[in-house]
């Protein structure tokens, strides 16, 4: 049984940073996808980062250049460093894995097995 808890959230002004935390029960040794989404309220969950079991990555647009997706897998823990942070970055931050490698990383939802409660991230202006 896979668990992931986040962590790191919290209450930031703009041009500010935060690094999130998600810390999974459990971690493969073979193909599998982790990735951070977001919602925010009055909008759809949107992709915003992921990391492949090999170190593949990928981010949306609207973050590159500002965050880093990472994990340790020694501490079985993913990361998101997030700088220059923009009111437009509040939400509520969830941690999801694709536990057998059938989303290649991209931001559909569906394609992820397991999630987080997630962990609020607010950005003032």
């Known amino acids: 049984q896979v668990q992931l808890v986040e962590s790191g959230g919290g209450s930031v002004q703009a041009g500010g940073s935060l690094r999130l935390s998600c810390a999974a029960s459990?971690?493969?040794?073979?193909?599998?996808?982790m990735a951070w989404f977001r919602q925010a309220p009055g909008k759809e969950r949107e992709g915003v980062a992921s990391?492949?079991?090999?170190?593949?990555?990928k981010y949306a647009d609207s973050v590159k250049g500002r965050f880093t997706i990472s994990k340790d897998f020694a501490k079985n823990t993913l990361y998101l460093q997030m700088n220059s942070l923009k009111p437009e970055d509040t939400a509520m931050y969830y941690c999801?894995?694709?536990?057998?490698?059938?989303?290649?990383?991209?931001?559909?939802?569906?394609?992820?097995?397991?999630w987080g409660q997630g962990t609020q991230v607010s950005v003032s202006s």
């Open positions: 999801a894995v694709d536990r057998w490698g059938a989303s290649g990383g991209i931001f559909i939802g569906p394609l992820y097995n397991y």
């Open positions: 990391i492949s079991s090999n170190g593949s990555k």
């Open positions: 459990v971690y493969t040794d073979s193909t599998y996808w």
